[in-house]
T-cell receptor, first 112, second 115 residues
Framework: GQNIDQPTEMTATEGAIVQINCTYQTSGFNGLFWYQQHAGEAPTFLSYNVLDGLEEKGRFSSFLSRSKGYSYLLLKELQMKDSASYLC?????????????FGTGTRLQVTL | DTGVSQDPRHKITKRGQNVTFRCDPISEHNRLYWYRQTLGQGPEFLTYFQNEAQLEKSRLLSDRFSAERPKGSFSTLEIQRTEQGDSAMYLC?????????????FGPGTRLTVT
């Protein structure tokens, strides 16, 4: 099976930088995704890592270390609209399927 | 491209009733997924279609649950004899053929409340 851990809640100030960590234990690893989910809405894709290293996309960056089973999502210049849940998800090889296994999500509260 | 759509958005039903949800994926996306999400949890995988073939089904999906994708386009998820534990958000996602990242695009979900 798969096990994915991320903090339940975080709070940060507008304009600051926040790092959300995710650790995973899985077999057949085939990529790690970060999704953003506002309350009552569908998850929206933020980033994808399959090789070690940092992927930068505007204010958001994601890092992966496969040997450590570790990823983080870095959010810079925080805005109030960044208040949301951030879901770490691992894709595993399973025949021809490419299902995602999600963590419980980290609820981020951005304050003034 | 109007994105993934789901219908209905909300469903309230009494325990023991049957319910059916529909998902229309992004056109030409050949992969379609169903997930279930309860409050404070991440989405849990239920089942996966590639075109019309159902290729994987989670153990979470009891005999009361069935999903179809008859023509490889829209999909339906039926729950028979609903139970209060079925109350959740049911999310549908699709992804395109041959995409490098296999990013999954989620629909807005159907929120089911079983009373």
């Amino acid at each position: 099976g798969q096990n994915i851990d991320q903090p339940t809640e975080m709070t940060a100030t507008e304009g600051a930088i926040v790092q959300i960590n995710c650790t995973y234990q899985t077999s057949g690893f085939n990529g790690l995704f970060w999704y953003q989910q506002h309350a009552g809405e569908a998850p929206t894709f933020l980033s994808y890592n399959v090789l070690d290293g940092l992927e930068e996309k505007g204010r958001f960056s994601s890092f992966l270390s496969r040997s450590k089973g570790y990823s983080y999502l870095l959010l810079k210049e925080l805005q109030m609209k960044d208040s949301a849940s951030y879901l770490c998800a691992v894709r595993v090889r399973a025949g021809t399927a490419s299902k995602l296994t999600f963590g419980t999500g980290t609820r981020l509260q951005v304050t003034l | 491209d109007t994105g993934v759509s789901q219908d209905p958005r909300h469903k309230i039903t009494k325990r023991g009733q049957n319910v059916t949800f529909r998902c229309d994926p992004i056109s030409e996306h050949n992969r379609l997924y169903w997930y279930r999400q309860t409050l404070g949890q991440g989405p849990e995988f239920l089942t996966y279609f590639q075109n019309e073939a159902q290729l994987e089904k989670s153990r979470l999906l009891s005999d009361r649950f069935s999903a179809e994708r008859p023509k490889g386009s829209f999909s339906t998820l039926e729950i028979q004899r609903t139970e209060q534990g079925d109350s959740a958000m049911y999310l549908c996602a699709s992804s395109p053929r041959g995409a490098v990242s296999y990013e999954q695009y989620f629909g807005p979900g159907t929120r089911l409340t079983v009373t």
